[in-house]
């Protein structure tokens, strides 16, 4: 299995700025993922942060909102920009290898924008 | 339209009892179907997965049936205990690729 850190943990930021969250994985992995976890709600998929090159996103989140680079296999950052309170939500890192084919998470990061 | 759904309603159960909850899912073809376990303020654990060619799958206290006809999961925790409290997500691969789609999760409350 692999352990997988965020940081920040949480942050409170003000409306118009950015945050860039950090994703640390203990082993290499595949892949690694991100997703949203809106209050009282399920995890949705943001993207698939692909080593070396632009990220895959999916329908609803577009690269000028959520940059994500994956410089290594062991590392990669989200950054949440121009942050409007709609954005006030937890964000996980994920990380799986080929096989098995479970998936590690972080333990998020929680973010309020005011 | 593409729908999952978890028993909508919080599961509260006595203790050493099973716990069963229900993953249905519509208009999908997952290779795969994953549980998770969520605590408030952490990321989901992985607990157990199954194929599309799997009709069960146990670990320890747990198991999984997946019947793809029905198009149906559930998820049985034996001998409940109040550690077992959490958030209960199911998840579908339907890409092979990793991508997984969530449920919206069952909210189980073991009581001693």
């Known amino acids: 299995s692999a352990v997988i850190s965020q940081k920040p943990s949480r942050d409170i930021c003000q409306r118009g700025t950015s945050l860039t969250i950090q994703c640390q994985v203990d082993s290499q992995v595949t892949m690694m993922f991100w997703y949203r976890q809106q209050p009282g709600q399920s995890l949705t998929l943001i993207a698939t942060a692909n080593q070396g090159s632009e990220a895959t996103y999916e329908s609803g989140f577009v690269i000028d909102k959520f940059p994500i680079s994956r410089p290594n296999l062991t590392f990669s950052t989200l950054t949440v920009s121009n942050l409007s309170p709609e954005d006030s939500s937890i964000y996980l890192c994920?990380?799986?290898?080929?096989?098995?084919?479970?998936?590690?998470f972080g333990p998020g990061t929680r973010l309020t924008v005011t | 339209s593409q729908k999952i759904e978890q028993n909508s309603e919080a599961l509260n159960i006595q203790e050493g009892k099973t716990a069963t909850l229900t993953c249905n899912y519509t208009?999908?073809?997952?290779?795969?179907l994953q549980w998770y376990r969520q605590d408030p303020g952490r990321g989901p654990v992985f607990l157990l997965l199954?194929?599309?060619?799997?009709k069960e799958k146990r670990k320890e206290r747990l198991k999984v049936t997946f019947d793809t006809t029905l198009k149906q999961s559930l998820f049985h925790i034996t001998a409940s205990q109040p550690a077992d409290s959490a958030t209960y997500l199911c998840?579908?691969?339907?890409?092979?690729?990793?991508?997984?789609?969530f449920g919206q999760g069952t909210e189980l409350s073991v009581k001693p």
């Open positions: 998840a579908l691969d339907i890409y092979q690729g990793g991508k997984l789609i």
């Open positions: 199954i194929r599309e060619n799997e």
């Open positions: 994920s990380g799986r290898d080929r096989d098995p084919y479970e998936q590690y």
């Open positions: 208009n999908y073809s997952p290779a795969y």
